[in-house]
T-cell receptor, first 116, second 114 residues
Framework: GAGVSQSPSNKVTEKGKDVELRCDPI?????LYWYRQSLGQGLEFLIY????????KSGLPSDRFSAERTGGSVSTLTIQRTQQEDSAVYLC??????????????FGEGSWLTVV | KQEVTQIPAALSVPEGENLVLNCSFT??????LQWFRQDPGKGLTSLLL?????REQTSGRLNASLDKSSGRSTLYIAASQPGDSATYLC?????????????FGTGTKLQVIP
């Protein structure tokens, strides 16, 4: 696609429910990132996928968080048993891999999650 | 672990002023650095990407410089406009075990007053 697409754009869920957030990266981009940004805070790294390599999960805050990337394209971030502190905007980004000038990182508009 | 600091945290200037935003990072083994802007309630928009082998990169009224050895980058905005009001983030990128590691600063919130 033309840009990174995320859905849903907004999600309100009850505490304890599971949510799935979807990211559709730019076609051909092998690197995909998930970040979280709480209100008024900076970006918190969650997980990084690069091609067929094992993902870097070092940023996932708890075992309630998981992510997968199917077929090297679309990624889904799943939050189980949501808590109020999970309320944030979840940002997805993608890029080419390598050191050339073409590996600019592009972000989606984010999925705003509110846990009530 | 890479630490990224942006100074000032907030800046308010009258329209038309030239201004400089600063970014410093602790691990100089980076291969590029990207500047972004973030508007309230929006995602991040890429402004400039500067490679480690470059000293400067320009796009319109924006000029980014990189001094990799000292761990510093600056974003210069010429003739600021109210539409430049946003939060500006820098993000150095490095390799770590074959993975790309991107670390974001906490940003500089810019307000340009008409």
């Amino acid at each position: 696609g033309a840009g990174v697409s995320q859905s849903p754009s907004n999600k309100v869920t009850e505490k304890g429910k599971d949510v799935e957030l979807r990211c559709d990266p730019i076609s051909g981009h092998t690197a995909l990132y998930w970040y979280r940004q709480s209100l008024g805070q900076g970006l918190e790294f969650l997980i990084y996928f690069q091609g067929n390599s094992a993902p870097d999960k070092s940023g996932l805050p708890s075992d309630r968080f998981s992510a997968e990337r199917t077929g090297g394209s679309v990624s889904t971030l799943t939050i189980q048993r949501t808590q109020q502190e999970d309320s944030a905007v979840y940002l997805c980004a993608s890029s080419l891999v390598g050191r050339g000038l073409g590996n600019t990182i592009y972000f989606g508009e984010g999925s705003w999650l509110t846990v009530v | 672990k890479q630490e990224v600091t942006q100074i000032p945290a907030a800046l308010s200037v009258p329209e038309g002023e030239n201004l400089v935003l600063n970014c410093s990072f602790t691990d100089s083994a980076i291969y590029n650095l990207q500047w972004f802007r973030q508007d309230p309630g929006k995602g991040l928009t890429s402004l400039l990407l500067i490679q480690s082998s470059q000293r400067e990169q320009t796009s319109g009224r924006l000029n980014a410089s990189l001094d990799k050895s000292s761990g510093r980058s600056t974003l210069y905005i010429a003739a600021s406009q109210p539409g430049d009001s946003a939060t500006y983030l820098c993000a150095p990128r490095r390799d770590s075990g074959g993975y790309q590691k991107v670390t974001f600063g906490t940003g500089t919130k810019l307000q340009v007053i008409p």
